[in-house]
């Protein structure tokens, strides 16, 4: 049971209930939603989930105890082949990183080796841009601390596209927001219309350092914060969940933002009867002023997991995947039954635990994809499965995955770093993406067991 501490009734907010489970209809779905007899689709995932568990139980026994003359084919071994993709020459370097190396954006990234590779960076809108130019000198920009160095006009953020298996929009990868590029990060999630950032670090981090700073409101609802003079953040609800993810605080927030109203917005304020309020509902955007200036509003569920240390893999796979299956559910409820958004992650630098995270989902994912019992999208129940079902490539998705197999690991890992360098850090997060596919390929093997009703 959720314990509630700013607010009037989490019940109500999305994220309070009982523990998810993988379902074989190809989504991470909460029990709840999916109660009822075990169908041909489950028994059919299950059996496949039980098959690919054997084999993938046999590599990695293989990995644990390699002969000694093949430590190619060990964790160490294979993690060392696949950070070959973030080995460049300085040419290479230059051209790699060539926005974040500009003098301007230097200040913008938390560590001078973690960089936003340039073909997949995300960019500032003018919108963020215009907004932190109008900030430059002002009240709010010396209360922050910006030195002058958020204000100077880029469109550089510390973040990258990472492709996801559709119909999952997929992610942004990016670093913890610094003081001063706090205003950035907030509006990329308007730009974005992020539904949900998932944040893998504490703050601070233990041992005490400089690797994240507080970037939101104070954490009692309704509380605000101004981030430049054009955006503002308000809490509007904070709770430390009690129960099957003890690990994870609950966060929502409200963004604001006024910015010049675009030509049809101006004629469509121009056109209300007059002493019309302008308010506008949470992800809309209503032109006020006379039509000179919009106000977009934009809500998003901030999950922050407590139970990853820096460099580090979590106690337990299997809190893990109850932090994969909440995201997922999360992004179900603020997507509804429009297109999937992508969710942002981040730790300290953006690189270890987010790519960590990445890889297992993406993994997970792929495996669903591969059912032999999805068809065009639909299971034999007529569920909607997460699965790639071809047509049209979106920025930040796959259309069409190939079936995971044992030896898919190396490839995604290796592809997560071709879109953002340095993602899975160690060989010990390495070995953890296999050790949390095998645990969320046990559930699934599981499922006829326990997916009935009850």
Known sequence: MATRTEDSD????????????????????????AMGATTASQRAVAKA????????????????????????HSYGGEFEHVMNADRVSIAEYEILYKAALAEENVPRNRYANVLANEHSRVRLSGIAVAAAQ???????????????T????????????????????????????????ASHFWHMIVDEQVPIIVMLNRVPEWPPSAKS??????????????????????TLVHAMEDDYMRDVIVRRFRIVRRRPATAPEARLAN??????SGATAPGRAAAV??????????????????????????????????LLERIDRELRLACGDGPFKPVVVHCSAGVGRTGTLMAVDLSLRRFLSS??????????????????????TAVGQLPQVPPLNVDSMAVIVRDLKLQRSRMVQTPIQYRFVFEALAAGIKRLADLPHHGGAS
Request: charged share 20%; with cysteine.
């Open 371 to 392: 059912n032999p019992m999805v068809h065009n999208g639909h299971s034999d129940d007529g569920a909607v499965v997460g699965a790639a079902n071809g047509g049209t």
């Open 134 to 148: 109008a900030t430059q000198g002002t009240a709010v920009d010396r209360s922050r601390g910006f030195g002058g």
């Open 289 to 322: 002023g006379g039509g000179d200036v919009a106000v977009d509003t934009h809500e998003v569920i901030h999950l922050q997991f407590c139970a990853w240390p820096d460099q580090g893999v979590p106690d337990s796979a299997e809190s893990l995947l109850d």
């Open 213 to 234: 700073d507080r970037y939101w409101p104070g954490d009692e609802a309704g509380n605000t914060e101004q981030y430049d003079s054009t955006l503002s953040v308000t």
């Open 49 to 72: 989930a039980q098959d690919f568990l054997e084999d993938l139980t046999v590599r990695m026994r293989r990995m644990d105890k390699p002969p000694q003359s093949t430590f190619r």
């Open 10 to 33: 989490l019940r109500d907010a999305p994220g309070v209930g009982r523990a998810p489970s993988l379902q074989a209809n190809g989504n991470l779905v909460d029990h709840s939603m």
């Open 271 to 276: 056109g209300h009867a007059a002493g019309s």
């Open 150 to 181: 958020a204000s100077i006009p880029s469109d550089y953020i510390n973040a990258n596209r990472i492709n996801g298996v559709a119909p999952h929009a997929g992610y942004i990868a990016t670093q913890a927001p610094l003081g001063e590029t």
